[in-house]
């Protein structure tokens, strides 16, 4: 069994992919875990679908449309999600798990959000109504080099870096750091949060630790970014991947807990609440 705080860290952006095809069983593994995921912790009901373009021609894969962000992808992972108050933080929470999954398999991938042709995607999941399609990834073997294109998006939105802890996490109010050597395992939980990914690495995710083991999670928006995709509120699904990082890590180091979304009566300035982790 592979630790899922080692996969956590092991996950970083592939924009560059090898022609080497995924082999049918982990084609089968990741379909097997697809069908499965369907439920987000706050209620929403999603599907998720692996288009395996290894028998399109090149033609046929130009049409997977991402703007020249990605090279060399032969399949994508793409989800919808039911319209609900908080299908974008169960969306997150979702796909995440999937990203993981295949990151566990050796499997490289690339969250899409802006730099994809949405329409295209949601034809190819025939898209009802009533569903929206956040984002897809690309899923496949890194080329052992990046391109240059990846390299300069990494450089452009500074993806090796992350905010340091006192800048994400807070004890009891918004303006007084977390002493993380006094949160036991649960640091280790924060960690993981810490490392996640997130749409342009902006890093939306506040966590202020109230009494006893309860997490409020809050989101620090842009609201120019996060309004420009009209429904589809970007940094909500980063907070679902907040989300789906904190548990999965929790759950790993034995720490028992379940959301819950009660408005706490806390000091939290601009940040707005999302949900809270009762430990
Ligand atoms: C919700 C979401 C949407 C994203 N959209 C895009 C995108 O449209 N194009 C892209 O190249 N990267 C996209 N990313 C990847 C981020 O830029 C990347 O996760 C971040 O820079 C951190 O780098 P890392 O994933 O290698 O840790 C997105 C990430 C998330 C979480």
New binding site residues.
């Given amino acids: 069994m592979k630790s899922i705080i080692d996969v956590i860290k092991k ?3 592939v ?1 560059n992919y090898s022609n080497k095809p995924i082999e049918k069983d982990k084609v089968q593994q990741i379909e097997a875990y697809l069908k499965n995921n369907t439920q987000g912790p706050l209620g929403s009901t999603l599907r998720f679908k692996l288009f395996d373009a290894t028998d399109y021609d090149p033609a046929e894969l130009k049409k997977f449309g ?1 703007y020249g ?2 090279k060399g992808s032969r399949a994508y992972i793409a989800g919808v999600v039911k319209s609900n108050v908080t299908a974008m933080e169960d969306f ?1 929470y979702c796909m995440e798990k999937n990203v993981l999954f295949a990151t566990g398999l050796g499997l490289g991938t ?7 042709n949405r329409s295209t995607f949601a034809q190819m999941m025939n898209v009802t109504e009533d569903e929206i399609l ?2 897809v990834t690309p899923i496949g073997y890194a080329k052992e080099r990046k391109s240059l294109k990846e390299s300069f ?2 450089l452009a ?4 870096n992350r905010k340091k802890t006192e800048e994400l996490f807070f004890d009891n109010s918004n303006t007084i750091p977390l002493v993380m050597n006094s949160s036991g395992q649960y640091s280790k939980v924060l960690d993981a949060v810490r ?7 902006k890093q939306p995710w506040r966590i202020i630790k109230g009494v006893g083991n309860r997490y409020h999670f809050f989101m620090k928006e842009d609201t120019a970014y996060n309004t420009a995709f009209k429904n589809i509120k ?1 940094q909500n ?2 907070m679902g ?1 907040a989300m789906c990082h904190f548990e999965l890590s929790a759950i790993e180091l034995g720490l028992k807990g379940v959301w819950k979304i009660e408005e706490p009566a806390i000091e939290s300035g601009d940040f707005k609440y999302i949900v809270t982790w009762v430990g």
């Fill in positions: 996950r970083h952006s924009r991402t962000f990605i997150g690339c969250w899409l959000g802006g730099t994809l956040p984002a998006i990494r939105v500074g993806a090796d490392i996640a990914p997130s749409a342009s690495n970007i699904v980063d991947i």
